[in-house]
Nanobody
Protein backbone atom coordinates (compact mmCIF):
# COMPACT_ATOMS: atom_id res chain seq x y z
CA UNK A 1 0.00 0.00 0.00
CA UNK A 2 1.15 3.54 -0.69
CA UNK A 3 0.08 6.80 0.90
CA UNK A 4 0.11 10.05 -1.09
CA UNK A 5 -0.10 13.64 0.14
CA UNK A 6 -0.59 16.67 -2.11
CA UNK A 7 0.79 20.15 -1.52
CA UNK A 8 1.42 23.37 -3.39
CA UNK A 9 -2.08 24.61 -4.03
CA UNK A 10 -3.10 28.21 -3.49
CA UNK A 11 -4.54 31.36 -4.99
CA UNK A 12 -3.06 32.64 -8.25
CA UNK A 13 -4.07 35.18 -10.86
CA UNK A 14 -5.04 34.33 -14.41
CA UNK A 15 -1.93 33.55 -16.43
CA UNK A 16 0.08 32.62 -13.37
CA UNK A 17 1.79 29.39 -12.41
CA UNK A 18 1.76 26.87 -9.59
CA UNK A 19 3.62 23.64 -8.96
CA UNK A 20 1.82 20.89 -7.13
CA UNK A 21 3.68 18.10 -5.38
CA UNK A 22 2.56 14.59 -4.55
CA UNK A 23 4.72 12.98 -1.88
CA UNK A 24 4.42 9.24 -1.37
CA UNK A 25 5.27 6.88 1.44
CA UNK A 26 4.87 3.17 1.92
CA UNK A 27 5.73 0.68 -0.75
CA UNK A 28 8.28 1.40 -3.42
CA UNK A 29 6.81 4.39 -5.17
CA UNK A 30 8.65 3.75 -8.40
CA UNK A 31 6.41 0.71 -8.98
CA UNK A 32 3.34 2.92 -9.30
CA UNK A 33 1.76 4.87 -12.10
CA UNK A 34 0.58 8.24 -10.79
CA UNK A 35 -2.22 10.46 -11.96
CA UNK A 36 -3.48 13.93 -11.19
CA UNK A 37 -7.20 14.60 -11.13
CA UNK A 38 -9.29 17.62 -10.26
CA UNK A 39 -12.79 18.33 -9.08
CA UNK A 40 -14.53 21.66 -9.36
CA UNK A 41 -17.65 22.49 -7.30
CA UNK A 42 -20.72 20.59 -8.49
CA UNK A 43 -18.70 18.75 -11.12
CA UNK A 44 -17.37 15.23 -11.36
CA UNK A 45 -13.74 14.45 -10.73
CA UNK A 46 -11.81 14.58 -13.99
CA UNK A 47 -8.49 13.38 -15.28
CA UNK A 48 -5.67 15.91 -15.68
CA UNK A 49 -2.44 14.00 -16.31
CA UNK A 50 -0.67 10.71 -15.63
CA UNK A 51 2.91 9.49 -15.63
CA UNK A 52 4.42 6.02 -15.87
CA UNK A 53 6.56 4.47 -13.17
CA UNK A 54 9.76 5.46 -14.97
CA UNK A 55 8.56 8.89 -16.00
CA UNK A 56 9.12 7.99 -19.63
CA UNK A 57 5.47 8.09 -20.64
CA UNK A 58 2.94 10.79 -19.89
CA UNK A 59 -0.66 11.52 -20.81
CA UNK A 60 -2.68 14.72 -20.55
CA UNK A 61 -6.25 15.85 -20.80
CA UNK A 62 -6.83 18.00 -23.86
CA UNK A 63 -7.81 20.93 -21.65
CA UNK A 64 -4.33 21.16 -20.11
CA UNK A 65 -2.04 20.07 -22.96
CA UNK A 66 0.69 22.58 -23.57
CA UNK A 67 0.10 24.29 -20.21
CA UNK A 68 0.64 21.57 -17.59
CA UNK A 69 3.63 19.25 -17.20
CA UNK A 70 3.74 16.14 -15.04
CA UNK A 71 7.07 14.78 -13.86
CA UNK A 72 8.46 12.58 -11.12
CA UNK A 73 11.57 12.13 -9.02
CA UNK A 74 11.57 8.58 -7.70
CA UNK A 75 14.61 9.30 -5.52
CA UNK A 76 12.37 11.72 -3.62
CA UNK A 77 9.18 9.66 -3.93
CA UNK A 78 7.52 12.70 -5.42
CA UNK A 79 5.45 13.50 -8.50
CA UNK A 80 5.00 17.08 -9.65
CA UNK A 81 2.41 18.94 -11.68
CA UNK A 82 3.71 22.20 -13.11
CA UNK A 83 0.77 24.37 -14.11
CA UNK A 84 1.36 27.40 -16.33
CA UNK A 85 -0.94 29.89 -18.04
CA UNK A 86 -3.64 29.15 -15.51
CA UNK A 87 -7.24 29.96 -16.31
CA UNK A 88 -10.30 30.45 -14.08
CA UNK A 89 -11.64 27.11 -15.29
CA UNK A 90 -8.60 25.41 -13.74
CA UNK A 91 -10.01 26.25 -10.31
CA UNK A 92 -10.61 22.97 -8.47
CA UNK A 93 -9.38 20.66 -5.78
CA UNK A 94 -6.48 18.71 -7.26
CA UNK A 95 -5.93 15.11 -6.25
CA UNK A 96 -2.97 12.81 -6.66
CA UNK A 97 -3.66 9.12 -7.17
CA UNK A 98 -1.53 6.01 -7.59
CA UNK A 99 -2.00 2.55 -9.03
CA UNK A 100 0.32 -0.38 -9.47
CA UNK A 101 1.11 -1.41 -13.02
CA UNK A 102 2.52 0.16 -16.12
CA UNK A 103 -0.56 1.28 -18.02
CA UNK A 104 -1.59 4.91 -17.88
CA UNK A 105 -5.31 5.17 -17.21
CA UNK A 106 -7.44 8.29 -17.17
CA UNK A 107 -10.42 6.93 -15.26
CA UNK A 108 -10.96 7.59 -11.58
CA UNK A 109 -11.88 3.94 -11.01
CA UNK A 110 -8.48 2.73 -12.19
CA UNK A 111 -6.59 4.28 -9.27
CA UNK A 112 -6.36 2.67 -5.87
CA UNK A 113 -4.71 5.22 -3.61
CA UNK A 114 -5.79 8.82 -3.25
CA UNK A 115 -4.65 11.88 -1.38
CA UNK A 116 -6.87 14.40 0.38
CA UNK A 117 -6.47 17.05 -2.30
CA UNK A 118 -5.12 20.57 -2.52
CA UNK A 119 -7.16 23.61 -3.51
CA UNK A 120 -6.17 25.64 -6.57
CA UNK A 121 -8.00 28.90 -7.16
CA UNK A 122 -7.38 31.03 -10.23
CA UNK A 123 -8.74 34.53 -9.89
CA UNK A 124 -9.60 36.89 -12.69
Amino acid sequence: QVRVVESGGGLVQVGGSLRLSCAASGRTFSWYTVGWFRQAPKKEREFVAAISWSGGTTNYADSVKGRFTISRDNSKNTVYLQMNSLKPEDTAVYYCAARSGATLYSSVESYDYWGQGTQVTVSS
